[in-house]
């Protein structure tokens, strides 16, 4: 029923991500009320993913998000009602499932087929701006890992389309190459973010590998959440993987 729901088998285990709108939401949940706070987003995504994955084994973890860079690891030590602020989550454990929550933002997915490592990310202009994506590569690399092993896919995000900004932000993004940046009218651009970290990463990690998952933008797909479309839910975008 997911649109965007993937599985891949590796050596260690295997890995599992996606992202839940609307339709898998109201699906599994008969409540249709969205949180107001940090705490109570925190409570609502832990429950919802558990009860997708109900295997006792499972563990949760999400964040209060901030549109920024911050990246925290969940370790064996670190338990479900803990929720640092931040907008990356990175495990080399399995059996934790990590979760961003977004609207229009950009969910990024990275996993390695060879070493045991799986990340989400929260990626909005703010964040790709301040490279979130990089800061994870290279605390991967960091590892000892190698760049042929680590994959990248992007889940559901609102394209350039149907994400008009003006020159303050758009000036942030100049000469990353075609399709991220195009003038419609005096001081008003149409940025499409996805394709900006695509860009920055590809020119900053040569060998790293790329899943070219073909996503409708959420500001036109009935199945997602936007903020753009003055919508109040989150679209659930989850990664773990199972030894």
């Known amino acids: 029923m997911n649109h965007f729901m993937k599985q891949v088998d590796t050596v260690y285990g295997r890995i599992r991500y996606g992202t839940l709108g609307k339709t898998e939401q109201k699906y599994l949940f008969e409540d249709t009320m969205f949180p107001n706070t940090p705490g109570d987003w925190s409570v609502y995504t832990n429950e919802k993913l558990r009860n997708l994955f109900p295997n006792p084994s499972l563990s949760t973890h999400s964040l209060e998000q901030v549109h920024g860079s911050k990246i925290f690891e969940i370790t064996n030590e670190v338990t479900s009602d803990e929720c640092p602020i931040g907008d990356g989550l990175y495990t080399k454990s399995g059996n934790k499932i990590l979760i961003v929550r977004t609207a229009d933002c950009v969910p990024v997915f990275l996993f390695s087929k060879k070493n045991p490592f799986v990340s989400v990310l929260h990626s909005g202009w703010k964040g790709t701006k301040l490279g979130v994506t990089e800061k994870m590569i290279q605390i991967y690399l960091e590892f000892g890992y190698t760049l042929s092993d680590l994959y990248l896919d992007l889940g559901p995000y609102i394209k350039g389309n149907d994400y ?59 199945e997602y959440f936007s903020h753009r479309a003055k919508e109040f839910g989150r679209n659930l975008n989850f990664i773990f993987w199972e030894p």
């Open 164 to 222: 008009e900004v003006r020159e303050d932000v758009a000036s942030e993004f100049v000469g990353l190459g075609d399709g991220i940046l195009k003038q419609k009218a005096v001081g008003t651009y149409d940025l499409d973010v996805g394709n900006a970290i695509l860009s920055r990463v590809k020119t900053n990690f040569s060998g790293l590998q790329f899943v070219n998952s073909e996503t409708k933008s959420v500001f036109q797909n009935p």
